[in-house]
C-alpha cells in the first residue's frame, strides 16, 4: 500500500494548510514561505482553489482520528464530558458543559501581573517615551516619520491577526492606502480632504480589485481590509497636522504625557483597588476605580501643565484637554477590546514586553489623536 494511501486504497488528500505527508514539499527553502508572503499580501487563499469535488474525494487522516476517539470513547466509562477528540480547529481536550450553557469558568480574583511583569512594562514604556522625545527634539519630520512606521508596524499587526482567524485581508493594497492617507495629510495644506480623497480611492481600488479578481467572502474580507485601514492609518494620520503646527512640541507632548498617564493611573489604581468591572463583556481587567483614578491622574497633570510657560496652555486649554483625553481614551481601549474579543486573541503582538503589540499600545492614542486635532483647532493652538 502506498504511503498516499489509505487502508481501502484510496488517495489520501490533505485539505489545504495542513502539512502534507511528503517531507520534501514542507522542508524550508522549497518557496512556499515565499508564496505564504504572496498570499498575504494580495488576499489569495489555498481555500480558493479547493473545490466541492476535493471535498468529497477527500479521505482525510482527521476523519480517521475522529473516528478512533469516538470509537476507543464507545468502549470506555460514559462520564459528564465531552469527548476530547483531534478535529481539525479544535485543540485538544475536554469540552465541558461550559461551552453550551455559555458560563464561563469563574476568574481567580487574585490573579495578576506580578511584579516584573509591572517592571518590564513600566520600563518599555519610559524607552518609548524617551524615543518620542528624541524624535521630537531632532524635528517634526522625523516625528512625523515615525507615526508612519507605526501605523504600518500596527497595520501589519492587525492584518496577521485576521489571517489567524481565518479572514483573508488584502494586505497589499491595505498597506498602499495607508502610505496614501499618511501622505496626504502631511503634505495638504487641507489636510481632511485630502486624507478623505485618499481614503476613498483607497476603497474603490480594494472594491475594484475583488470585482476583478474572485476571491472567498469578498464583501467581508474588502470589509475588513478598508476598516483597518480606517482605524489604524485613518485616526493616526490626525498627528501630522498637529505635528505641523507651530506649537508641535508642546501639543504633541501634551497629548502623549497625559494619555500615557491616564493609562498608568487606570492601570495602577484598577489592579491596586479595582472591584467594579467596566466593562465585563468587552474586557475582565477595566474597572470603574481604575477609571477614575485615571481621570484624576490626568486632570492633576493636565493643572501642572498650566503652570508651565512654555507649553503656552492657559488652565482651560490644559482642562479641556485632560477631559477629551478621560473620555476618548478609555473608549479607544475598549473599541480595541471589542476587536480583539470578535477575533479570540488576547493581543495582536508580541513587539512590546508587558503591552503586547504596536496596535495594543496605541490603542488609546487611535482616539485620543484625532479629538485632540478638533479641541486644538478649535482653540487655535494649529494656526
Do not use: C
Amino acid at each position: 500500500m502506498s504511503e498516499h494511501q489509505d487502508e481501502s486504497g484510496g488517495e489520501v488528500v490533505a485539505f489545504p494548510g495542513q502539512p502534507s505527508d511528503d517531507p520534501e514539499r514542507d522542508l524550508p527553502g522549497n518557496g512556499r514561505d515565499v508564496e505564504d508572503f504572496e498570499d498575504f499580501l494580495t488576499g489569495a487563499s489555498m481555500l480558493d482553489d479547493f473545490t466541492s469535488d476535493d471535498y468529497l474525494s477527500a479521505t482525510t487522516e482527521e476523519y480517521r482520528d475522529l473516528a478512533e476517539a469516538i470509537a476507543k470513547a464507545s468502549q470506555e466509562d460514559v462520564e459528564m464530558q465531552a469527548v476530547a477528540a483531534s478535529m481539525p480547529g479544535l485543540e485538544p481536550g475536554l469540552v465541558g458543559f461550559d461551552d453550551v450553557t455559555g458560563e464561563q469558568p469563574a476568574a481567580d480574583a487574585g490573579a495578576g501581573p506580578g511584579p516584573s511583569d509591572t517592571l518590564v512594562r513600566a520600563a518599555t514604556g519610559v524607552v518609548l517615551l524617551a524615543v518620542i522625545l528624541a524624535l521630537l527634539a531632532l524635528g517634526g519630520g522625523w516625528f512625523a516619520l515615525l507615526v508612519a512606521v507605526l501605523a504600518l508596524v500596527a497595520l501589519g499587526e492587525f492584518y496577521s491577526t485576521l489571517r489567524g482567524a481565518g479572514h483573508v485581508p488584502l494586505a497589499l493594497f491595505g498597506f498602499l492606502g495607508a502610505i496614501a492617507v499618511l501622505s496626504a495629510s502631511w503634505f495638504s495644506d487641507r489636510p481632511l480632504a485630502a486624507m478623505a480623497t485618499a481614503l476613498g480611492g483607497t476603497i474603490v481600488v480594494i472594491l475594484f480589485w475583488y470585482a476583478l479578481v474572485p476571491r472567498r467572502n469578498p464583501l467581508e474580507n474588502a470589509s475588513f481590509t478598508i476598516f483597518g485601514v480606517i482605524w489604524v492609518a485613518g485616526l493616526l494620520s490626525f498627528a501630522m497636522p498637529i505635528i505641523r503646527s507651530p506649537q508641535s512640541r508642546q501639543l504633541i507632548i501634551a497629548i502623549v504625557v497625559l494619555t500615557a498617564l491616564f493609562d498608568a493611573g487606570s492601570y495602577f489604581v484598577g489592579r491596586s483597588f479595582g472591584r467594579i468591572l467596566l466593562a465585563p463583556n468587552l474586557s475582565p481587567s477595566k474597572t470603574l476605580e481604575g477609571l477614575v483614578g485615571g481621570v484624576i491622574v490626568a486632570f492633576v497633570a493636565a493643572f501642572g501643565l498650566s503652570l508651565i510657560s512654555w507649553f503656552g496652555f492657559g488652565l482651560g486649554g490644559a482642562l479641556w484637554t485632560a477631559a477629551i483625553i478621560s473620555l476618548f481614551a478609555p473608549l479607544g481601549d475598549l473599541a480595541e477590546s471589542l476587536v480583539k474579543r470578535a477575533l479570540g486573541v488576547k493581543d495582536m503582538g508580541a513587539l512590546l514586553p508587558g503591552h503586547g503589540g504596536i496596535i495594543d499600545r496605541l490603542d488609546s492614542y487611535l482616539f485620543t489623536i484625532p479629538v485632540g486635532y478638533v479641541l486644538f483647532l478649535w482653540l487655535g493652538y494649529l494656526s
